[in-house]
């Protein structure tokens, strides 16, 4: 049994990752926190198998948790799970201790892939992070994933396209000539799909990743 661990500071996606893993045999998620801080707490009552670890979260980042964790707890294996894909924030996890780096979007058939190589102690890449950068860490031994195909609408890649160029809801309708209450159900169905957790992740997912429309 892969015991579990989760700091992610939105409830949401907590939420959902538990569901998921509710009834599976292998994997059991025995606790949760929504920051670092509370998270080093919770590992050195409960010593799980592997830490899944957001990096941007409330009172202590999850930089900082995995050197903590790792310094203390050396065994305990750590899976970063974010929507960071820069090399520095990749260097920055790897370098404090983690064994994987997993996009939040990258659906939940790789994440569970992810925990399985991680807590068998190798090493886990999502393929979307920038692996022209980690040289130093990417060798035979180490596992990548393999892409789920995101597939968009045309007509929600020209509202992602409007929603990168920081337009609202309201400004998107009024461009495409269409009711603000169908953008609303096309923002939704588009978190949905690129297994985000809310609008304001699905912004950042529009401008981070540079989507090509």
Not at 29 to 56: C, F, H, M, W, Y
Request: charged letters at 25%; a neutral charge.
């Amino acid at each position: 049994m892969i015991t579990i661990l989760m700091a992610e500071d939105h409830q949401m996606l907590i939420d959902g990752v538990k569901s998921f893993f509710e009834y599976d045999e292998e994997i059991n998620i025995i606790g949760a926190v929504n920051n670092g801080e509370d998270l080093v707490k919770l590992v050195s009552l409960k010593q799980p198998k592997l830490v899944i670890t957001d990096i941007r979260m409330p009172r202590m980042d999850g930089i900082q948790a995995t050197k903590i964790i790792k310094k203390q707890f050396p065994h305990i294996h750590v899976l970063a799970m974010t929507m960071f894909d820069q090399p520095d924030a990749i260097k920055q996890m790897l370098d404090a201790g983690a064994t994987g780096y997993i996009l939040k979007n990258s659906g939940i058939k790789m994440l569970s892939k992810a925990i399985v190589t991680v807590a068998n102690g190798e090493t886990f890449f999502d393929p979307n992070v920038a692996f022209n950068f980690m040289n130093d860490y990417i060798d035979e031994n180490v596992t990548i994933g393999k892409s789920e195909k995101i597939v968009l609408s045309n007509r929600e890649k020209e509202i992602l396209h409007l929603i990168a160029n920081g337009n609202t809801s309201k400004e998107i309708s009024e461009a495409l000539f269409i009711a603000k209450t169908t953008i609303d159900t096309h923002r939704k169905n588009m978190i949905r799909k690129l297994n985000l957790s809310s609008g304001s992740e699905l912004v950042k997912y529009a401008v981070d990743k540079k989507y090509q429309f």
